[in-house]
């Protein structure tokens, strides 16, 4: 009996802690405008016409990047069948404008940041420009070297 109020008592100290862990990753951050220079982000846009849309993105100077999309782009950027963007970052806004200029996707315009964890290589990232509901863009840090 005694063993089972101490594993009781462990499971207990031990989720009370995991939930202080998540409350402090929640960081109230304004974002350098050279915070993206040079860094690689993978992860996904959702909704996205009913499905979630895997994205790359690799940020090649302080202004350019190029961002690669479908399930491939899960692990980084390749050498091929990108689109170039401008961007620029101002607090907790992140704005992307696509150079081709053909047309304008949910990838472009403002996104406000919503959600960083204290390592600040987690981000989430909200956009409200459309009429149904905000689409959501969840980044991920990659390291240089794991990109394709």
Not at 6 to 20: A, R
Request: aromatic share 16%.
């Amino acid at each position: 009996m005694k063993k089972i109020i101490g594993f009781l008592l462990l499971m207990i100290v031990v989720g009370w802690g995991c939930s202080d862990d998540e409350e402090k990753q929640v960081v109230d951050y304004e974002l350098p405008s050279d915070f993206f220079y040079q860094t690689v982000w993978n992860g996904q846009m959702s909704p996205f016409k009913d499905f979630e849309f895997w994205i790359g993105v690799e940020f090649v100077s302080e202004t350019e990047g190029r961002a690669k999309t479908g399930e491939d782009s899960a692990i980084g950027i390749g050498s091929s069948n990108y689109v170039e963007f401008d961007y620029s970052v101002e607090g907790k806004v992140l704005h992307i404008s696509r150079k081709d200029n053909n047309y304008t996707t949910r990838f472009d315009g403002y996104w406000f940041l919503t959600y960083a964890n204290e390592a600040m290589d987690s981000l989430v990232f909200k956009q409200d420009v459309y009429e149904d509901e905000p689409t959501i863009m969840m980044l991920k840090r990659v390291s240089l070297e794991d990109r394709k």
